[in-house]
Nanobody, 117 residues
């Protein structure tokens, strides 16, 4: 069983920065692909960024050049550094982890990010 806990959300002015962190319990975290997704009210969750067990990263076009995903396997954490935040980044952000070779995805509870314009 894997438990994911997100932290770091909050209220920030446009142009500011926030750093989200996803902390995982359980073993073999280094084998997980970890994704950050966000959800607007009434919309489906959309992929923001991901990082594989090997360190390969992916970013949605809307956040390229502004967001950076990183992982620390020793601490079992994956962070999302968010810079130059825009009002359109306001959403609930979720961390999701998928063990290698598994079709199952573990989810965190989500953290609210609000960017004031």
């Amino acid at each position: 069983q894997v438990r994911l806990v997100e932290s770091g959300g909050g209220l920030v002015q446009a142009g500011g920065s926030l750093r989200l962190s996803c902390a995982a319990s359980g073993s073999q975290f280094n084998t997980y692909c970890v994704r950050w997704l966000r959800q607007y009210p009434g919309k489906q969750r959309e992929l923001v960024a991901s990082i594989t067990s090997g360190g390969s990263t992916y970013y949605a076009d809307s956040v390229k050049g502004r967001f950076a995903i990183s992982r620390d396997n020793a601490k079992s954490t994956v962070d999302l550094q968010m810079n130059s935040l825009e009002a359109e980044d306001t959403a609930v952000y979720y961390c999701a982890a998928q063990p290698r070779g598994s079709a199952y995805t573990y989810w965190g509870q989500g953290t609210q990010v609000t960017v004031s314009s």
